[in-house]
C-alpha cells in the first residue's frame, strides 16, 4: 500500500504540472495546488514520515518555481514555529523537575472519578484557561502533566482508548475555549475590526454574548463524540491518584520547583497582559531564556526532550498555507464553493463549511483574514447581517480538529504519541460536523436576531 500511496501523490503532482491550468488560476498556483494535495495524501496515510513531507513542501515550492527560496525559508520562521519550540522546552523543564507530577495530582484530586469524567475534565480545564489565554500556551501548560497521568495509569502509546481521547480533548477543549473570548486568539480581534470598519463596534462583552453559548453547547457535544469513538479502557484512577500522591508526599518542594513555578507564573501573566504587543513566542523564548539563567535546564535536556519532528511538520504547514494565500488557490477555493450555494441560508452555511476547509489547511488567522472580505461581501448581497456572517467566519476559523499541523495546540497534543493522524481525522470529522452545526443554528436563530 505504501508504494500505492506514493504513486498517487507523485501522479497528483505530476498532472499539476503538465495538465492543463484550472479557469482562474495562474500556472503557479495550479502546482501550489498540486503540493497541497500531494502533501494531504501524504499526510493521511503516513507513506513516509510525517516531518519529512513537511520538508518535501518547503523543497517543491523554490523547486518548482512557486516561491523563491528567500520567501519560504521565512515562512518556516513564522512566530508559531518558535512557540511551538518554546513550549516544548517548558514542558521539558517541569518533566524534569516533576512539577507536572503535583500539577497532575491536584488534577486528578480534584476530576479523576472515572475515566470518562476525566476525559471532560480536560475539554473543560483547557477551555476555561483558554477564555484568558492563548490556547496554545494552555496545551503547552497542561500536557506534561496529562503525560504524567498517562504514565501512572500505564496507558500505552497509540493503543489506549484513555490516553487516544484524553489527548484529542485536550486539543478540542484549548481549541473551542479560544473561541470564547477576545484573548483566545489573533483571529478574534481581527473579526472585529473588520467590523469596526463597516461601522458595528462589537464591545469585549458584545463578543462573550454571542459565542459563549455556542461554546457551551458544543464542549460536551465533543466531549460525548470522543468517549464514543473511543471508550476508554477500565482504568484504575484512584490507584493512580495514591501513586503519584505517594510519589509526591515524601518530596518537599524545591527550590528549583519553586522558580520554575515563579517563572511559568510569570509567563502566563505575561500572555495574559502583553500578548497583542510583545508577541505569545516571543514570551515564551523569553521565559526559556529564564530556565536556562536560573540553571534549571542544560541544553542536553533540551536534545533529549524536544518533538523535532514536530516543528518540520508545522514548519512546512505553515509555508504551505503562506504559497496557497500568495498564489490565490484559496481565493480560488472560495470563490468555486461560495458559488455553489445560492439561497441565505446556504450561502451562510458554505461560508462556514469553507472557512472550515481553509482553517484545516492553513493558520486560524489566515483562513479568516481569507474569508472574512468574502463571506462580508457575500452576506450583503444576500440580505444576511456582516455581523453574523463574520462571527460565523471566526468561529468556524477555530474549527481546527482534522489535521495535526491545523494548530499549535493539535502539534502539541500529537507530540504526546497517543494521537495518530488517523485518529485526528476520525475524531475531526464528527467533531468538526457538530461544530459547524452548531455554529449555522446559533447564527441563524440568534445572532440574526440580535443585528
Do not use: C
Request: aromatic share 10%; hydrophobic share 55%.
Amino acid at each position: 500500500m505504501r508504494n500505492l500511496y506514493l504513486s498517487l501523490a507523485l501522479l497528483v503532482l505530476l498532472a499539476s504540472i503538465f495538465a492543463p491550468t484550472p479557469p482562474g488560476l495562474e500556472r503557479d498556483g495550479t502546482i501550489m495546488l498540486g503540493i497541497f494535495l500531494m502533501a494531504v495524501i501524504l499526510w493521511l496515510t503516513e507513506a513516509i514520515p510525517m516531518a519529512a513531507t513537511g520538508l518535501l513542501i518547503i523543497l517543491l515550492q523554490p523547486l518548482l518555481g512557486v516561491e523563491n527560496a528567500d520567501e519560504v525559508f521565512s515562512s518556516f520562521g513564522n512566530s508559531a514555529v518558535f512557540f511551538i519550540l518554546a513550549s516544548f522546552m517548558i514542558a521539558a523543564a517541569m518533566e524534569k523537575h516533576g512539577l507536572h507530577k503535583r500539577m497532575a495530582a491536584h488534577m486528578l484530586s480534584f476530576f479523576g472519578h472515572s475515566p470518562r469524567t476525566f476525559i471532560f475534565a480536560v475539554m473543560l480545564t483547557g477551555a476555561l484557561l483558554s477564555f484568558i489565554m492563548i490556547s496554545h500556551g494552555v496545551a503547552a501548560l497542561l500536557l506534561p502533566m496529562l503525560l504524567h497521568v498517562m504514565l501512572a495509569v500505564r496507558a500505552v502509546p497509540k493503543k489506549s482508548n484513555f490516553g487516544t481521547a484524553t489527548m484529542l480533548a485536550l486539543a478540542y477543549g484549548t481549541t473551542v475555549g479560544s473561541w470564547g473570548t477576545l484573548l483566545g486568539g489573533a483571529r478574534n480581534p481581527l473579526t472585529l475590526s473588520f467590523l469596526e470598519d463597516m461601522g458595528y463596534n462589537l464591545t469585549f462583552l458584545d463578543w462573550m454574548k454571542m459565542s459563549m453559548p455556542v461554546v457551551a453547547v458544543v464542549l460536551p457535544l465533543l466531549a460525548v463524540v470522543l468517549v464514543l469513538l473511543y471508550p476508554p479502557e477500565k482504568i484504575e484512577i484512584e490507584r493512580a491518584i495514591r501513586d503519584i500522591k505517594r510519589e509526591i508526599e515524601g518530596r518537599k518542594i524545591s527550590m528549583e520547583e519553586k522558580t520554575l513555578s515563579a517563572i511559568i507564573i510569570f509567563t502566563v501573566i505575561l500572555w495574559f497582559f502583553f500578548s497583542d504587543s510583545i508577541g505569545i513566542a516571543v514570551i515564551a523564548l523569553l521565559s526559556v531564556m529564564l530556565l536556562f539563567l536560573f540553571n534549571l535546564m542544560e541544553w542536553e535536556d533540551m536534545e533529549k526532550r524536544v518533538q523535532w519532528g514536530i516543528l518540520l511538520i508545522y514548519g512546512g504547514a505553515i509555508t504551505m498555507g503562506k504559497g496557497m494565500e500568495s498564489t490565490g488557490v484559496a481565493l480560488w477555493m472560495a470563490g468555486g464553493i461560495t458559488n455553489i450555494f445560492h439561497s441565505p441560508y446556504t450561502i451562510l452555511f458554505g461560508i462556514i463549511l469553507l472557512t472550515f476547509i481553509l482553517t484545516n489547511l492553513m493558520s486560524n488567522t489566515a483562513a479568516v483574514a481569507t474569508m472574512l472580505p468574502i463571506s462580508i461581501g457575500i452576506a450583503n448581497s444576500a440580505g444576511i447581517s456582516p455581523v453574523t456572517a463574520a462571527m460565523a467566519t471566526a468561529l468556524a476559523g477555530g474549527t481546527a480538529f482534522l489535521f495535526v499541523i491545523a494548530t499549535p495546540g493539535m502539534a502539541i497534543a500529537y507530540s504526546s504519541e497517543y494521537i495518530t493522524q488517523k485518529d485526528m481525522l476520525k475524531a475531526g470529522m464528527v467533531a468538526g460536523l457538530l461544530s459547524m452545526m452548531t455554529i449555522f443554528l446559533f447564527a441563524v436563530f440568534y445572532w440574526e436576531s440580535l443585528y
